[in-house]
């Protein structure tokens, strides 16, 4: 093929054989390389994104799975799976000699490592080109430059890229970080040299907690990179969190793709983001682009890449970090510029030109992505980890995609990222696109586990979200807004949940009844019919943290009259299935409408555009307290985890809010402090052991007031 791309051909008979090889099944360069089969060392949803874009080539693809995703989606979406090892990641996602092996045995010529894991690791890139595997990422050399943030604030500031003022010097010592933070002043944002993802990140707002802070950073670095180093710098008061999406190739060219917004966060870590920034002046967003241009090609940069800015309130804007890798968030930017960025991966991978010039590269309309996560916003973003008894998302389309790695009955797994999925729209402009997003996030219905969706509506609906005016502050600034307190319930969302309960026993009784040898039974019809009499019954119902009484009356008609509060209800209705899911037809005092229903156990969750309600019948006293364990007067695992630290022993007295245990969980370190004042009785786990979801971690007795006093 080399011979036939002559000089003297024409630019468009060139382009027009390039697409002919593009369209045999493999991804080739006319003299540089060939890729039939790429294998993705990565999991879930961007596993699944690569082997869409893969399939739609003509590459196969290759997967490799821990125990705990053998059945997971990007297993079944592979041409080939392999397994590499246990759930942790250590031992399977992070082994690169497994990785290596499974590509050499599946013949496959490159490798994506997607984000996380393996992506910028500076020796697994090398190990790659030692092995003749294509690594689709840039070369070893800019991650480690760009991955080692001392190194790269030097290379930016060389390079004419703004820095952000700090300490990233070689001497570790606590005193000589104390001393730096204090000549910089408080408050001061420590982080790990190697970090990203919001791992290995503190806030040190004085210097009486610095100390405190920078261990926190060093162990949760340790644990995530497997190095402490740290740095100290300014942290800028509310600021935004701005990025730009940058792509190389091997000839030297680098363009940009626009930036993105990633300012509204919790614990350092994007939540939502969108493109471009809203605001930001055509001028301001020329200079962000070429200074990001210019920090890709100071380290010879190749494929996707992101630099992060700092920008203050006067659109000043400062680098932070790049990335280099492909971001999570990289759908909003493909989905403002008609591009699709791992097609690019894999044809400048291949040996291939950008396939856009800066000029060709056109900015259109607005985007969004919401990530949904197994959270619980209201306790304090806290990650979960569980079975998906019922997951529903909004119908994909061109400007809707809902990049995901799990399906309805799978299992989030507590040893990786709580991450459900990513959902993407795009409008003509931001207030289209925002209209977008809140009305799909009202058709996400999930089941079985805590999520953060009715947190990301009270979010995307704030007034000053609305208006573009975000920051890195925005949630606590406006906590009080996103998190209002629980409403009661009104009497329409009682009676759909009281006849949801009355349909389904209905059924569940005339299925018994059915199956049973005396199909005529007159006890067996559930519908509460008397003789001369209307039956009567009273249910009691949990809607939050609300108690609601219901009196059922059931009339002659096949009709009910509940009575709420004094107010009575006239309400009827039938259960209807469509497209495998439930709804409920539910009349109530003549008013019509049809809810989803979904019941597990003793819940009724419902759907509607208005909202999601979830009602529970309580237990009985009698069973409530069956089954339960806990430590009395002590702490409790909130998730399941490793102990990654102790900090008491038998006999330590302890003051309430002390820390006693940090956990590593769902990637996170968790501190977990004394909820009062108390002696330790017993330390019921080591360093290293697991521990299990409420599992008691630490007894102790409480200090009676009078020793409290005399101390």
Known sequence: MAAVLKPQLSQGLRAHIQKLIWTKGCVRHASLARIEKVLIANRGEIACRVMRTA??????????????????????????????????????????????????????????????????????????????????GPPSSAIRDMGIKSTSKHIMSAAGVPIIEGYHGEDQSDKKL???????????????????????????????????????????????????????????????????????????NAVYLFERDCSVQRRHQKIIEEAPGPGISPEVRRKLGEAAVRAAKAVNYVGAGTVEFIMDSQHNFYFMEMNTRLQVEHPVSEMITGTDLVEWQLRVAAGEKIPLSQEDIVLRGHSFEARIYAEDPNNDFMPGAGHLQHLSNPQADEHTRIETGVRDGDEVSAHYDPMIAKLVVWGEDRPAALKKLRYCLRQYNIVGLNTNIDFLLNLSGH????????????????????????????????????????????????????????????????????????????????????KVAVAVTYNTDGTYSMEIGGQVFHVSGELQKEGGATYLRCWVNGVLSRPKLVIVDNTVHLFSMEGSAQVTVPLPKFLAGVGTTGAQGGAVAPMSGTIEKIFVKAGDTVQKGDPLVVMIAMKMEHTIRAPKAGVIKKVLFREGSQASRHAPLVEFEEVAEEAKSES
């Open 463 to 546: 007034p000053e979200f609305e208006a573009g005016n975000v920051h890195t502050s925005f949630i606590p600034q406006h906590h009080d807004q996103l998190f209002p307190a629980a409403v009661p319930p009104t009497g329409e969302e009682a009676c759909q949940a009281a006849l949801g309960l009355l349909l389904r026993e209905t059924k569940h009784t005339q299925d018994f009844v059915c199956q049973s040898e005396d199909l005529y039974s007159p006890f067996g019809t559930g519908n509460g019919s008397r003789i001369n009499v209307l039956h009567c019954r009273n249910l009691t119902l949990q809607l939050g943290e609300n």
């Open 178 to 252: 104390q001393a730096e933070a204090a000549r910089i002043g408080y408050p001061v944002m420590i982080k790990a040299v190697r970090g990203g993802g919001g791992k290995g990140m503190r806030i040190a707002h004085s210097e009486a907690e610095f100390h405190e802070q920078l261990e926190s950073a060093r162990r949760e670095a340790r644990k995530s990179f497997n190095d402490d180093v740290m740095l100290v710098e300014k942290f800028v008061e509310n600021p935004r969190h701005v990025e730009v999406q940058v792509f190389g190739d091997q000839h030297g």
């Open 55 to 136: 399939k739609k080539m003509g590459v196969r693809s290759v997967a490799v799975y821990s125990d705990a995703d053998r059945h997971s989606m990007h297993v079944a979406m592979a041409d080939e799976a392999y397994h590499i090892g246990a759930a942790q990641s250590q031992q399977s996602y992070l082994c690169m000699e497994k990785v290596l092996e499974v590509a050499k045995k599946s013949s496959a010529q490159a490798v994506h490592p997607g984000y996380g894991f393996l992506s910028e690791n500076t020796e697994f890139a090398e190990l790659c080109k030692q092995e003749g595997i294509i690594f689709i």
